[in-house]
């Protein structure tokens, strides 16, 4: 608003000058819809606003040297980025034999897995870093608007590594097989789950979510996370958000409904706060979950407004999208910008992650963007790739082969 206030100011000047010049005879026409200018008073110089998608924030990072005996070095190598869905707290659960069982096996990893998988990409040497950090919008020498990827400053010898974590709505689904029920915040005042184990007792903890599982680990181990980082977590919101029903619904709508709706909200919005203090950020992956190969372009339209409205209003802007399925906006986000993709970007996404067995990351030259791809720690990886993910982790001390469906593991 001060911003707009200052430009009309500059451009009364202009037209006064252009009148000066004899240039125009009449005077400018009155804008009756036009802000109050403040005409007479002397022009307030303000700095500028901040950036709404400015996702660099340069404190995070030193810029080389030494600090507190950590030598810190350039590194412009690859950018390893992996992803997890929220983790299976009671395996019996899950693997129950019900119709979502194979499912569970083929996307998510159980809780004992992914303890072991931390511990192993933190002795690879790997490093948490936000990947919001990782590329920054910049001015290219067209004068167009461009991504770029970051120098990143790491303690020597440690690689960096971005990690994503899907759908931590907590589904209805999920409640019934066997997953933490939603984010809260303990007596100690951390971030912990709330959920009922296979008795049915409700369970506070720790050490049954891979969020607060994170922050554990990271507490014990600070060097895992040098800048602060923790995950990034893609949410949709047609189930609300983080275990909250804070989503409206279209066809059914009481005033009881909206009542409860406002309760989650009110209940959601300190745990977002205290995710954000300790390191997570916000993505989105829309709305409905939806195909962005497939719909039509109003249907996706319809989505991001409703994200923006429903979800992005309590976790506050983003620029990274994560592909619902993997699936490329137009059927292919690389070669092409089709007219989803543009529409997407223009609603201010930056970064857009899709799934896939390769460490991708490609700037676009011809729209502001950079797309990239995510592997995947679970079921189907742990069975099939062992090989590609030797790097991280060996799926052969990985995988918790009692707890699974017996199906096909190629290594065994
Ligand atoms: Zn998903």
């Known amino acids: ?239 609300g958000i983080l275990g909250y029903r804070t989503q409206t619904d279209t066809k059914s709508w009481s005033e009881a409904q909206e009542a409860n709706r406002q309760k989650e909200i009110e209940a959601v919005k300190p745990i977002v706060a205290e995710l954000k203090r300790t390191g997570w950020t916000f993505g989105s992956h829309t709305w409905g979950h939806i195909r962005l190969g497939s719909k039509s372009m109003e249907s996706i339209q319809a989505d991001t407004a409703r994200w923006f409205d429903e979800v992005g209003s309590l976790v506050g802007p983003t620029t990274i999208l994560f592909y619902p399925h993997g699936e490329r906006p137009d059927g292919n986000d690389w070669q092409n910008t089709g007219p989803v993709f543009q529409y997407l970007q223009s609603q201010g996404f930056r970064v857009f992650a899709s799934v896939g067995i390769e460490s991708f990351s490609y700037i676009k030259k011809d729209i502001c963007a950079v797309i990239c791809d995510r592997l995947h720690p679970d079921g189907t990886t742990l069975r099939h790739s062992r090989d590609r993910y030797l790097q991280f982790y060996d799926a052969k001390d990985i995988m918790d082969v009692t707890v699974r469906p017996q199906r096909e593991i190629d290594w065994a």
């Open 1 to 239: 608003m001060r911003r707009l206030t200052a430009f009309l100011l500059t451009l009364l000047m202009l037209l006064s000058l252009a009148a000066c010049g004899g240039q125009t005879s009449d005077p400018p026409a009155e804008d009756p819809d036009a802000p109050d200018t403040g005409a007479g008073e002397p022009v307030e110089v303000l700095p500028p606003e901040p950036e709404p998608y400015d996702i660099l924030d340069p404190t995070v990072m030193p810029e080389g040297g030494v600090r507190d005996g950590v030598t810190y070095v350039a590194y412009d190598g690859i950018v390893e980025h992996l992803f997890f869905h929220p983790v299976i707290a009671y395996p019996e659960l899950a693997f129950d034999g019900d119709a979502q069982a194979n499912g569970l096996d083929d996307y998510m990893v159980t809780v004992d897995e992914y303890n072991k998988i931390l511990q192993s990409v933190y002795d690879k040497g790997y490093v948490l870093v936000d990947i919001g950090d990782v590329w920054s919008e910049t001015t290219g020498e067209d004068g167009q608007p461009k991504m770029v990827k970051n120098t990143l400053y790491l303690p020597e010898g440690k690689k960096p590594l971005i990690l994503s974590y899907d759908d931590t709505n907590y589904y209805d689904y999920m409640l019934q097989n066997g997953f933490a029920y939603k984010l809260i915040i303990g007596e100690d005042g951390k971030i912990a789950s709330w959920g009922k184990d296979p008795q049915g007792n409700e369970v506070v903890s720790r050490d049954l979510d891979a969020i607060p599982i994170l922050d554990k680990f990271v507490e014990e181990h600070p060097d895992f996370s040098p800048f602060g980082a923790k995950g990034c977590l893609s949410l949709t919101g047609y189930q």
